[in-house]
């Protein structure tokens, strides 16, 4: 009972973000709830540690190094100022800021790029007397869409890429077609919610960005190219090359380790962790198994592939994409599990302000610089794109059989 219960409640509070009157968000809920399994028990300290993917907690890790280093070396900054550079209309910028978010949540965390571009699109969007928000929602939607297409994107794919041990290159082939066609149709739909409300008159906003360092940046870039060509390969394990780039970008003589540990998401760190510990324990206790059989009894079965789409979906905007994947990657056995995991919890995490880290990021850093980003608001563009993206996503799989 111990462990069901402690279960329920960690649940619960993922879904609603905390408990009433105390001071835990989910990360909190999370360690409180691995604690209670432990002090209580029903877990030992040697299962705890063997329930733990290393794998994964070492790949996402590494891929944070990597990360940080682009940030510190001043990458990000560079290339969004470059876009400001000139008089593009404002639909020809949201291109740009789209595909720039694209293209690097697909090779490095998209919480990470989020934190640092922010800024920097507001600052732009203020010296032009553009509106802000609809650069702000094309920045996190395109964030979530574009890690969607491969297994380094963002936490939940390198679970998904880990647990399921699925090559690096073939699932990029696939999921490249739905998140090009996903991306298109969100530009769409920004761009007609907001065609006639570009301008925005604000004062000019300022902001202190890391500045660029040629030869810092050149590191992670050649860095990240070696660490990708290996993933492609697959010559060696994602975990050990990540570990192993993460060690030599850690080596440098300029830029200190504690600046590089600074920019680790230690919290989403600690989130993998303990929710490994209490899927774990449920896993062990046999409940799991009789809650899919369960389900199955009710003809919800989730080794067809609609019913795992459609329960990802629903996971992920309840509990969070990473639990929801957690969960479900140990209660199915379809064969393009993968696949399904991978697009429907990426996509989904767009319906909602709080449906992604990268959404919350966005809104938190435009904040802090008056600029107000409402759940209302993201929901009205959130919405249709992620009804469509999702559509587009299910259709391909289906195409693909």
Known sequence: MLILGTFVLVYIGMIFGGFRGLALDRTGIVLLGTIVLMAGGAVSPDRAWASVDVGTMALLFGLMVVSAQFRLGGFYTL??????????????????????SAMLSALLANDIFCLAVTPVVIEICSRRRMNPIPFLLALACSANIGSAATLIGNPQNMLIGQGLALPFGGYTLRALV?????????????????????????????????????????????????????????WIPREVAALAAAGVLLLSRRMASPKFLGLVDWNLLILFFGLFVINGALEDSGLLARGVGYLQSVGVDLAHGGWLFAATVLLSNTVSNVPAVMLLIKSTSHPDAGMILAMASTLAGNLILV????NIIVAEQSAKLGIELSAREHARTGIPVTCVTLAIAGLWMFLLG
């Open 79 to 100: 290339v969004s100022q470059r876009m400001a550079r000139g008089e593009s209309s404002p639909k020809v910028f949201l291109v740009q800021v789209m595909g720039l």
């Open 355 to 358: 449906g992604s880290i990268a």
């Open 178 to 234: 739905p998140t090009l066609l996903s991306l298109v149709a969100c530009g769409w739909i920004i761009a007609r919610q907001f065609d006639g409300r570009w301008s925005f008159d604000t004062p000019p906003i300022e902001v202190e960005t890391p500045s660029f360092d040629a030869r810092q940046s050149f590191k992670g870039g050649i860095v990240l190219t070696a660490l990708v060509v290996v993933f492609v390969g697959g």
